[in-house]
Nanobody
Framework: QAHLVESGGGLVQPGGSLKLSCTAR????????LGWYRQAPGKQRELVAR???????DYADAVKGRFTIFRDYSANSVDLQMTNLRPEDTAVYYC??????????WGQGTQVTVSS
């Protein structure tokens, strides 16, 4: 059973929008950071955005001003609203949880393709 359940993703034209959602199951304790990473073909996995328990957000420079992350602490979930998508945003997006015990969990990944 997956600890992180993702939804969203798909194919969108340049300039379009998509929303990714992720829910953490109660099997993960003391989540500190909840967020999203991505990995494009031939590239390393990189942080896209994350939210800490203190509400502080971190964004990759490449997505600032276009992506917005929202964490619902009561639902143990996180959404990533992506706007003005570009072909270079094409990647597999992974939900990620980092706990206060320094454990890390990954979702199964969801494909985002930006193409005309």
């Amino acid at each position: 059973q997956a600890h992180l359940v993702e939804s969203g993703g798909g194919l969108v034209q340049p300039g379009g929008s998509l929303k990714l959602s992720c829910t953490a199951r109660p099997t993960i304790f003391a989540i500190y950071y909840l967020g999203w990473y991505r990995q494009a073909p031939g590239k390393q996995r990189e942080l896209v955005a994350r939210v800490g328990t203190d509400g502080v957000t971190d964004y990759a420079d490449a997505v600032k001003g276009r992506f917005t992350i929202f964490r619902d602490y009561s639902a143990n979930s996180v959404d990533l609203q992506m706007t003005n998508l570009r072909p270079e945003d094409t990647a597999v997006y992974y939900c990620h949880a980092h706990t206060s015990f320094n454990d890390q969990y990954w979702g199964q990944g969801t494909q985002v393709t930006v193409s005309s």
